[in-house]
């Protein structure tokens, strides 16, 4: 007699690697997928229902507070989130012997040290958004006692939901012209690599502890603005092109500081999980490409 399929529960499945994560899901596995309506993160009696009731063999916390300038208004929320809700999802997984992949962020480090940051580094967030994120880690190593896998990525996009790409295609469509921050280098990662990463990482269940995935090469915002214009113009994805003017973070200031330089070292996850890793460009055109496909 075969044994059951695995079981894994998502929670934030309405967001952009929620909604990516059950797009990709692998062949042989059972889904539990939540939106916060589902599964709020920071309440504890739902946490330990859904548990009990779904009892998955793998769960994966895409949930998170991700208003960087709002956090440093909404402490309390955004601690709420990102680490007390971490901590009952770490403490409520444990229990029912189930295993963790939390996603973590790059603005856990400061972005001093010009150059990429190893999983090894020393974190040092610079606002309420990477502090909470990085107590966050700390709870689901905690509670996990030690068998969590914490996985950081930057610069997430994709085709739905509030992020970069599609701020800068609307602001392009209705723009003359646009100015964007040049001195901020990290890796603009599609959700859609991201989701498959996890993937191959959910089929290694000895993998734990902290991990670096983002597509491939480094770019400003600045870079990442210019190329989403060059990509979307022939795609009809915008009407017309727009002068870009590349800005000092000084010039445009922000209620969150941000790190200079958050480009993660992810060598070691990508030779731990295998796949194929991609140049973050690739991976724009191919989602733009989607998105005009419909």
């Known amino acids: 007699m075969s044994s059951p399929a695995p ?12 909604r990516e994560l059950q ?10 997928a939540c939106g916060v ?14 548990l009990e009731r779904e009892r998955p063999t793998l769960v994966i916390n895409t949930a ?36 963790l992949i939390h996603l973590s962020t790059d603005f856990v480090f400061d972005g001093s040290r010009g150059q990429a940051y190893t999983p ?45 790409v599609r701020t800068m295609l609307r602001l392009m469509a209705e723009r003359d012209s646009l100015g964007v921050v040049c001195d901020q280098i990290g890796t603009p ?10 993937w191959r ?6 993998l734990s502890g902290i991990h670096h995935w983002t597509d491939a090469g480094a770019a400003s915002w600045y870079d990442f603005a210019v190329a989403i214009e060059e ?15 590349p800005l000092r973070s000084h010039e445009y200031p922000s209620p969150a500081p941000r790190p200079p330089f958050s480009v993660l070292d992810a060598s070691a996850t990508r030779a731990a999980v295998g796949g194929p890793v991609e140049h973050w460009r690739v991976n724009l055109r191919r989602m733009l490409l989607g998105v005009a496909r419909g």
């Open 7 to 18: 079981k894994v529960l998502i929670t934030g499945a309405d967001g952009q690697v929620g």
């Open 23 to 32: 797009a990709t899901i692998p062949s042989g596995w059972q889904m539990r």
């Open 37 to 50: 309506g589902e599964l709020d993160i920071t309440s504890a009696e739902m946490v330990a229902d859904v």
């Open 64 to 99: 998170a507070y991700t208003d960087v300038d709002l956090a440093e208004r909404e402490i309390e929320q955004a601690e709420a989130v990102n680490a007390g809700g971490v901590a009952l999802v770490a403490d409520g997984a444990r229990r029912i012997g189930a295993r």
């Open 120 to 164: 090894e580094d020393e974190p040092h967030p610079l606002g309420i958004y990477g502090k909470t994120k990085l107590e966050g880690e700390r709870a689901a190593t905690r509670c996990s006692r030690g068998q969590a896998l914490v996985l950081r990525t930057a610069w997430v996009y994709s085709a739905h939901g509030r992020n970069f």
């Open 189 to 198: 990662t599609w959700a859609r690599s991201l989701a498959h990463a996890v």
């Open 201 to 206: 990482a959910a089929a290694l269940p000895g």
């Open 231 to 245: 990509e979307a113009l022939p795609l009809g994805l915008i009407p017309k092109a727009v002068p870009i003017r």
